[in-house]
């Protein structure tokens, strides 16, 4: 099997683990706005456009996908203090608390996928994949 089709099916099967980690702690968030808030959290201030482009979807996707994330009340909308055609996104009180739950089940299944290898393999899977990553930002 190519790379490709092992990294693909690592990933479709990491986010549907993800979302039943999710569900079974009734936790009312879905893998994609998982990492749009985390993308939210950690850029200050963090726009629609940084979101297309670090999540890699389009302008179009993101802009239903934060509409749909408003309404739930997970983030706000804010003007941005230097762009008058730009706006920044905020988290909720309500999306913190959702973070740090979800932050705490993705842990939870990192230890158990972890637990399938030796420690030494986790630490070369670890160095493997940063230099794949690396390797992906330096094309891209």
Do not use: W
Not at 111 to 121: D, N
């Amino acid at each position: 099997m190519k790379l490709s089709n092992h990294l693909f099916r690592i990933l479709d099967q990491y986010k549907i683990a993800l979302a039943q980690h999710f569900r079974a702690q009734q936790l009312s968030l879905s893998p994609l706005h998982y990492k749009v808030l985390q993308l939210i959290h950690a850029h200050d201030p963090a726009t629609p456009q940084l979101i297309a482009q670090q999540s890699g979807r389009d302008k179009a996707q993101v802009t239903r996908l934060l509409q749909e994330m408003e309404k739930q009340g997970l983030i706000e909308k804010q003007p941005h203090p230097t762009d008058k055609r730009s706006i920044c996104l905020a988290l909720t009180p309500l999306a913190c608390d959702r973070v740090s739950q979800a932050e705490q089940l993705a842990a939870s299944l990192d230890e158990q996928l972890c637990a399938l290898l030796e420690p030494a393999e986790v630490q070369q899977l670890q160095r493997l994949l940063c230099k794949i990553e690396k390797g992906l930002g330096s094309t891209g």
